[in-house]
T-cell receptor, first 117, second 115 residues
Framework: AQTVTQSQPEMSVQEAETVTLSCTYD???????LFWYKQPPSRQMILVIR??????QNATENRFSVNFQKAAKSFSLKISDSQLGDAAMYFC??????????????FGTGTRLKVLA | DTGVSQNPRHKITKRGQNVTFRCDPI?????LYWYRQTLGQGPEFLTY????????KSRLLSDRFSAERPKGSFSTLEIQRTEQGDSAMYLC?????????????FGPGTRLTVL
């Protein structure tokens, strides 16, 4: 079975600085997808960024980028130029490829990010 | 607002009672997911629908839980004979896509408290 581990329950970053959130996962599959979701306080969860395992190039979305290390089964999220609105819980998630026959997403326990003014 | 909606937003019930939650996905979305989230944890997968077909159900899901999606539109999640351990946030998400384009849009959740 696949597992997702986020070892940092909480992180803090100064406004305008850069922070990296860690995520590791375990799988025997070769094709899968990885995601970072953001859950602001009392607000709905939204997708931040996604990565296809078969792509070597790291995904980037504006100030958000990932460091995907497939062999190490590591998928970290880097937030540059942190803003107060980035404060939230961040969840790493894994999803198998369609050929696996399963459609479920597996989420980590989350990292609470605090942004200091 | 054409986002995912969930009702009720909060539900307080006594142990042993039945409860039903509703999720209205984004109208053109064919996929619908239910998750349970407890404090300090990430969402835990419960079940998944593609259109009206329930294609996957978590093995952790008790027989007291049942979900439906008649006509492939809204979905309901029913919990029978509630227990205190059922207290959690129940999240619904919908999507339209395939593979990496399968972006889930989450609803605000229904917070269940079982006394």
């Amino acid at each position: 079975a696949q597992t997702v581990t986020q070892s940092q329950p909480e992180m803090s970053v100064q406004e305008a600085e850069t922070v990296t959130l860690s995520c590791t996962y375990d799988t025997s599959e070769s094709d899968y997808y990885l995601f970072w979701y953001k859950q602001p306080p009392s607000r709905q969860m939204i997708l931040v960024i996604r990565q296809e395992a078969y792509k070597q190039q790291n995904a980037t979305e504006n100030r958000f980028s990932v460091n995907f290390q497939k062999a190490a089964k590591s998928f970290s999220l880097k937030i540059s130029d942190s803003q107060l609105g980035d404060a939230a819980m961040y969840f790493c998630a894994y999803r198998s490829a369609e050929t696996s026959g399963t459609y479920k997403y597996i989420f980590g326990t989350g990292t609470r990010l605090k942004v200091l003014a | 607002d054409t986002g995912v909606s969930q009702n009720p937003r909060h539900k307080i019930t006594k142990r042993g009672q039945n409860v039903t939650f509703r999720c209205d996905p984004i109208s053109e979305h064919n996929r619908l997911y239910w998750y349970r989230q407890t404090l300090g944890q990430g969402p835990e997968f419960l079940t998944y629908f593609q259109n009206e077909a329930q294609l996957e159900k978590s093995r952790l899901l008790s027989d007291r839980f049942s979900a439906e999606r008649p006509k492939g539109s809204f979905s309901t999640l029913e919990i029978q004979r509630t227990e205190q351990g059922d207290s959690a946030m129940y999240l619904c998400a919908s999507s339209l896509g395939w593979g990496a384009t399968d972006t889930q849009y989450f609803g605000p959740g229904t917070r269940l408290t079982v006394l």
